[in-house]
């Protein structure tokens, strides 16, 4: 049997702590991640007019997505605040749905893989609300990191 993987967010006791990053060089650091909103195609129609109750969902999930990105380390406890230099969100609407992708970049220790998944969340959990009224069916799905590059 393999020796158990010490994991480096656990303490000796197992207790959860922050993993130190001081010793890593900072350099820059890409991370994209991507997710999807599958919905009814009325509500597409109704997305493409302009015409639903709430007004312009893709700009408010837009923005949405990139206060998520800021507010990374202060939602997910173990994640390090980092210098964001550069948010892109992009929507791709597609007859049943709307595909969500946020590209994340920074100079600092560590990854940005944690805000960009939580940009395509948040925008993701904004387009839900937005367009409930309209379509009980809807569906977050599939989001994942799709890459990740340092340099």
Do not use: W
Not at 5 to 14: I, V, Y
Not at 60 to 82: E, F, N, S, Y
Not at 84 to 103: H, Q
Not at 118 to 139: E, F, H, I, P, R
Request: one cysteine or more; charged letters at 25%.
């Amino acid at each position: 049997m393999a020796p158990a993987k010490k994991f480096s967010h656990l303490d000796a006791q197992g207790t959860a702590k922050m993993v130190g990053v001081g010793h890593k060089p900072v350099i820059f650091r890409r991370a994209t991640a991507i997710g999807k909103l599958l919905c009814q195609a009325v509500t597409i129609r109704l997305l493409k007019k302009k015409a639903l109750p709430k007004g312009d969902v893709l700009g408010v999930a837009r923005i949405a997505g990139i206060q998520a990105v800021k507010r990374a380390a202060d939602l997910i406890p173990l994640c390090h605040p980092l210098p964001i230099n550069k948010i892109e969100m992009d929507f791709r609407v597609m007859a049943r749905g709307i595909k969500i992708t946020c590209s994340v970049e920074t100079e600092a220790r560590t990854g940005v893989e944690m805000e960009a998944l939580t940009g395509v969340s948040v925008a993701a959990l904004t387009l839900y609300d937005m367009c409930k009224a309209v379509d009980k069916t809807m569906q977050i799905s599939d989001i994942h990191v799709v890459e990740k590059i340092k340099k």
